[in-house]
């Protein structure tokens, strides 16, 4: 996946309550989709076997787990985790020590590492309410510069980080952002978004987009009006970085 194509780079978030759900919606999307994650509340109906039947049918997989435990539990968790054969796998990036941990299980594996920094859903205000002085931003960079540093692959950050991010880590670590939005369009119950163009034009190499596509009346459409805002943000070359 070395400069992946901007189909490649789209990501679909697989929130839905059944592995039927989620199939249908897969069938419905077809070549238009390459990539997918499979989350929380599909690992508690299925998702694990969804997610080897994805990489059977040669998609790639992101298994969003956000791990946080002791270091000893992270790196046997990531340890299994790295024997499904997906390719992105998430860990709270919180803490050097779990990070370690995380990148001792992975081993040898292909397994990519992601720290998620500072969930999209929050604000300068919820960080207050823990005690958190810095600002989101603030925080997300900081702990990007522990995940690399950590040996991580990348960070799960708001595309309204990416520059800062890409400016604090350099090139050849992967930022990879939720939280996007079409101008103009709902934003449920997220807090710092962006559009696709403007997250992958400041330094994101893949989006993750859940209910604009999930919910949309035509799905295929949706995802296809993604792909081609990503086109437009990409460099002629398709490189980035
Ligand atoms: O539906 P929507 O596009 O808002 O979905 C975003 C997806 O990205 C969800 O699956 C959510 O769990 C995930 N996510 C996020 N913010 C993070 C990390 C993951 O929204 N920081």
Partial sequence: M??????????????????????????????????????????FAGGLDLARALKRDGK????????????NTVERAVANASELGV?????????????????????????KLLAVTVLTNLSADDLKQQGVSASPAE?????????RESGFDGVIASGQEAARIREAVGPGFLIVTPGIRLTGSSTDDQERITTPGTAISTGADYIVV?????????????AETFVNHIADALPPSGALN
């Fill in 139 to 147: 925080l997300v960079v900081r702990r990007a510069v522990l995940a």
């Fill in 60 to 71: 790639h997989v992101f298994l969003d787990m956000k791990l946080l435990d002791i270091g």
């Fill in 210 to 222: 859940g209910r604009p596509i999930t919910q949309a009346d035509d799905p295929r459409l949706a």
């Fill in 87 to 111: 390719d992105f796998l998430t860990v709270h990036g919180h803490d050097l020590k779990t990070m370690r941990a995380a990148v001792s299980g992975r081993g040898a594996s292909k397994l």
């Fill in 2 to 43: 070395s400069s992946p194509s901007a189909t490649d780079r789209l990501i679909v978030a697989l929130d839905m309550p059944t592995v039927e759900e989620a199939q249908r919606l897969i069938v419905t999307l077809g070549d238009t989709v390459t990539f997918y994650k499979v989350g929380l509340e599909l690992l």
